[in-house]
């Protein structure tokens, strides 16, 4: 019994921390993004995740507020600002984007360059 009951609790720990922030995931996002509508749903959670590295620890609402292409597409590569609103701070996040010769789509980001944007 001890056990079932230690497992339930278990159980629903995981489930409240997989529920516990809010994220909009609609696509097609807005701004300028030149990148197609499954690369962006693609990108969508790792771009979060480098935006509560500026969120405050209460923060658990999320949202992608603007796309521009600050770095033309150049050999099917390119790079784009991702503006995510996060409680009341808003994080410019660059996502490198390019595509191998098979088709595939890989993505870049480095959190050195993830800033707070200052309004």
């Known amino acids: 019994m001890k056990k ?3 497992l339930a609790l278990l159980l629903a720990g995981i489930v409240s921390a997989a529920f516990a922030y809010s994220y909009d995931t609609k696509v097609p996002l807005p701004g300028k993004s030149i990148a197609g509508e ?3 749903q693609e990108t969508l959670f790792t771009a979060y995740s480098f935006a509560h590295r500026i969120a405050t620890p209460d923060c658990t609402s999320f949202a992608i507020v603007d796309t521009e292409v600050s770095k033309p597409k150049v050999d099917n590569s390119w790079q784009e600002i991702w503006a995510i609103k ?10 490198d984007f390019s595509y191998n010769t098979d088709g595939s789509l890989k ?4 959190p050195m360059n993830v800033r707070y944007r200052s309004k």
């Open 38 to 40: 499954k690369v962006q």
């Open 86 to 95: 996060a409680c009341q701070k808003v994080a410019n996040v660059p996502i």
């Open 4 to 6: 079932g009951v230690c």
């Open 107 to 110: 993505y870049a980001i480095n």
